[in-house]
């Protein structure tokens, strides 16, 4: 494998120890073999059996991860439009934390509309009561 030589020690750490999915692996495989690339140009290099919809949600865990970045913009090889290009750093992966869903984040605000209707002066509970039946009916 022809991974850059700038990469080459982060990339046989994360391969080793199995620091990412298979899926963000596969993105982030071919972003140090044949990087920077745009998100088109990946799946030119993605086996057949690799959903190509994959591409843009990897990219964008990887972004958070720390591990890949945008390095500017070009006009794409395969689509002919200006787009992010992306190349892979140094950097270990750092853990995701969990998205709430909708719900999970409805009742984080609900919860911390309840603590302030607890601490705060009685004239603003009121507002606050409105505030939470509107939220309520999210």
Known sequence: MDVRHTTKDAYEIIKQNGLLSNTRFIVYEILCKYGPLTANEMR??????V??????????ELERMGIINTIGKRICKT??????LW??????????????????KKKKI???IKELGIIIDIK???PLRNIYKEIEKL
Do not use: Q
């Open 44 to 49: 030119m290099y993605a086996s057949k059996d």
């Open 51 to 60: 959903n190509s919809g994959v591409f843009s949600t990897r990219l964008s």
């Open 79 to 84: 689509s002919g439009y200006n787009a992010l």
């Open 87 to 104: 190349d892979v750093n140094n950097n270990m992966p750092i853990k995701l934390e969990k998205e709430l869903t909708k719900n999970e």
């Open 110 to 112: 609900l919860n911390l």
């Open 124 to 126: 603003w509970k009121e």
